[in-house]
């Protein structure tokens, strides 16, 4: 299952959230797109005496993607690089969340010429999700 809601698009994931973003930071590696941070959440908030279900944000890019939508408004950086938040919810189900290329050009107004460039950008991140999921 997936859905778009608010610019976010939501999949279902067939595997644990650590899991998950093991198996995208995988592909990013074989197709040399840097993974600059994870962040284990929930081990944040146990770190802070909190409870929190499995909950881990990567954050990855590449220059090549990105740049001609910082080129057409910089201010769509505060948006890159991009970000898979893997979550498990409280029926167990784990699923991956993004925020929307094509939302992004929106919210920051970019029409040609970074509309091919978001186009592309899209169909990576859509694609790269799709296999970490299943």
């Known amino acids: 299952m997936s859905s778009t809601s608010q610019g976010l698009v939501t999949v279902a994931s067939e595997h644990s959230v650590a899991d998950s973003l093991d198996r995208l930071e995988a592909r990013l590696r074989i197709l040399g797109i840097t993974s600059f941070a994870r962040i284990d959440h929930a081990g944040g908030a146990t770190a802070a005496g909190l ?3 499995p909950t881990q944000l990567l954050v990855f890019g590449n220059a090549r993607a990105g740049t001609p939508l910082m080129q057409a408004d910089q ?13 498990q919810d409280s029926g167990g189900q784990v699923w991956l ?5 094509h939302w992004i050009a929106e919210r920051h107004g970019l029409g040609e010429p970074p509309a091919p460039a978001v186009a ?6 859509t694609g790269l999700v799709k296999l970490a999921a299943h």
Do not use: F, M, S
């Open 75 to 87: 201010r769509a950086g505060i948006d890159l690089p991009l970000k898979v938040l893997a979550w």
């Open 97 to 101: 969340t993004y925020n929307d290329p």
């Open 120 to 125: 592309r950008l899209a169909e990576a991140l």
């Open 51 to 53: 409870e929190l279900r």
